[in-house]
């Protein structure tokens, strides 16, 4: 099926593309114009447009997965354990600290890499510079150092403070200079880069 360039279409497609094919029940319809609109359902004379022919379905997030709560860092392994929160049973790392959701992880369509959600440290101690929160599978890594800003806070409701996100080409995601002590909260909101400079 062609489609006939109108102004914006183009763009309203690339923009549903890289959304995802579940529209949340919306489907493109296009015109006899070859306009092409979101409904809910297409009009007697459209004709249904079906995401797949633009590519993939969008990726399904890797969720962060809960720290395992031993003694030993599964962030210190010779290998490092991919998409699961660093620490031990004393200091460790959880996700949803907040509303924000658990931390999830994924390459969208474009090849861009996402880190999304909010996470917590267990211990009273807060969050301690350049610690790993989890490590990257292979595929979502870096070529080079990527410096992120992201919020911390003490507190749940709070995120008035900044430090960054030094995303490595080992795979660690570490929060670096928290802006004071006593931080426990990090907030990513959805961070995003490219793999290759």
Known sequence: MT?????????????????GSSAHGATLCQKRSGAVVVRDACKKKETPLDLAQFGPPAPTPTVVADNPSTDTDPCTLQVPATATFCGTTAHHWFGEATGAGSVKLWRDRTGTVHIAGSAYVSDVG????????????????????VVLPVAVAVG???????????????????IFNPSMTGMKYVFFGDLTFRTEP
């Open 156 to 174: 749940s409701a709070d995120p008035t403070w900044a430090a960054l996100l030094n995303v490595n080409p080992s795979g660690a995601a570490q």
């Open 3 to 19: 489609i006939t360039r109108v102004a914006g279409t183009s763009l309203m497609i690339a923009s549903l593309v890289a959304w």
């Open 126 to 145: 807060g969050i301690r510079n350049s610690e790993p929160v989890f490590y990257l599978p292979a595929d979502l890594r870096p070529t080079e150092l």
